[in-house]
């Protein structure tokens, strides 16, 4: 039943390591989303993509960048983690915004993957 | 500033009685709205949405209330349930589907025995 992959749960790295964060979908969703979640902060928008190979900045991209090579797969990339972004970071999708159908808007998340850089 | 925000960071109330979650915006072109309740160790979950041309909306248990005059936005869950326990959180459309959601801040919700 599981609609929205995140491939690890828990991770630990160390400063200046490149770090992959895997998701995917299997709602043949268009849109996918990488959020980062911070007590006190919420949900920010890292990045997003309407298509394949198609991405687009949210609030907080530095530091990060994204992969869409396939329509179901997301990928966050921290080219050079350091400690600011020990984090909870949250993939999710939704369907074509294009659609004007009740729902539409409606992201489906991941359970989460949870970063600790040392 | 913070687009989207709720006014109490934790909200403590008894088993059985009904519980209301606020929360403020200030986007006045926003025209969707959604609840979503994340549970511990999990990704946050849709509960109930709305749109601007609507005051109200039902689920099971639960109500969303909208009050676009002063863009306030309220869930209301009644006869609340141990399951309930949860970091709830509103969240607004940022013009489209494709732009994502923006969050507010989360309002933890305990239910006492």
């Known amino acids: 039943d599981v609609k929205v992959t995140q491939s690890s749960r828990y991770l630990v790295k160390r400063t200046g390591e490149k770090v992959f964060l895997e998701c995917v979908q299997d709602m043949d969703h268009e849109n996918m989303f990488w959020y980062r979640q911070d007590p006190g902060l919420g949900l920010r928008l890292i990045y997003f993509s309407y298509d394949v190979k198609m991405k687009e900045k949210g609030d907080i991209p530095e530091g990060y960048s994204v992969s869409r090579e396939k329509k179901e797969r997301f990928s966050l990339i921290l080219e050079s983690a350091s400690t600011n972004q020990t984090s909870m970071y949250l993939c999710?999708?939704?369907?074509?915004?294009?659609?004007?159908?009740?729902?539409?808007?409606?992201?489906?998340f991941g359970a989460g993957s949870r970063l600790t850089v040392l | 500033g913070e687009s989207v925000g709720l006014h109490l960071p934790t909200l403590s109330v008894q088993e059985g009685d009904n519980s209301i979650i606020n929360c403020a915006y200030s986007n006045s072109a926003s025209d969707y709205f959604i609840w979503y309740k994340q549970e511990s160790g999990k990704g946050p979950q849709f509960i109930i949405d709305?749109?601007?041309?609507?005051d109200k909306r039902q689920g099971q248990r639960v109500t969303v209330l909208l009050n676009k005059t002063v863009k306030h936005l309220s869930l209301q869950i009644a006869a609340t349930q141990p399951g309930d326990s949860a970091v709830y959180f509103c969240?607004?459309?940022?013009?489209?589907?494709?732009?994502?959601?923006?969050f507010g801040k989360g309002t933890h919700l305990i239910i006492q025995p």
């Open positions: 999710a999708s939704s369907l074509n915004s294009g659609i004007d159908l009740s729902g539409a808007n409606v992201l489906t």
């Open positions: 969240a607004e459309s940022r013009g489209g589907g494709a732009d994502g959601l923006t």
């Open positions: 709305i749109r601007s041309n609507m």
